[in-house]
């Protein structure tokens, strides 16, 4: 299921080019693609928290691929984002989002088992972004607030050693 997915869009809005930072962080986590996680976030000096039960910070794009997308990126993974509203004054280099979401997700090669272990996660995101020098819109802060929860939560758990 080799899949290429351009990391910029031609002809989007200000709008949609902010909130589309988001999109290519959500579709890379779904199809473990590095080059385009990368390409939504403002180099190594940003943050991802996620507030559940506890509240985890990752500090560095390096930390945040190896937490978030080499564990969700290899599963059978969906996340829908919904009801994105920007934040943006025309001709500003910072604009904030918040959106909700709710991600699937399954062990690898297992999604489509009806059987199978699933979990799945509802929240929401508020996200600091800014553009970049070639105008590209990037993810400089996502929190993601969990609002609830389904399933196996073992799923996402590093394996024991």
């Known amino acids: ?42 180099g190594e000096d940003v943050s991802m928290e996620i507030h559940d039960d506890n509240k985890r910070v990752f500090q560095g794009l390096s930390l945040i691929r190896t937490h978030v997308l080499d ?5 059978d993974t969906t996340h829908n984002i919904s009801m994105v509203r920007v934040n943006y004054q025309d001709g500003a280099d910072t604009a904030s989002l918040t959106a909700t979401s709710m991600a699937q997700h399954a062990s690898s090669g297992t999604g489509r088992d009806p059987n199978g272990t699933k979990y ?13 020098e070639a105008g590209v819109w990037k993810i400089k802060k996502l929190v993601l607030n969990v609002i609830w929860t389904s399933g196996d939560a073992s799923l996402m758990r590093p394996p024991q050693k």
Do not use: C, N
């Open 120 to 132: 799945t996660v509802g929240g929401e995101y508020s996200v600091d972004l800014i553009k970049d």
């Open 1 to 42: 299921m080799s899949q290429s997915f351009p990391q910029t869009l031609p002809s989007l809005s200000q709008r949609e080019a902010i909130a589309d930072a988001l999109y290519r962080a959500a579709i890379a986590s779904d199809h473990h693609d590095t080059a385009l996680f990368s390409s939504a976030w403002a």
């Open 71 to 75: 564990k969700v990126g290899p599963m």
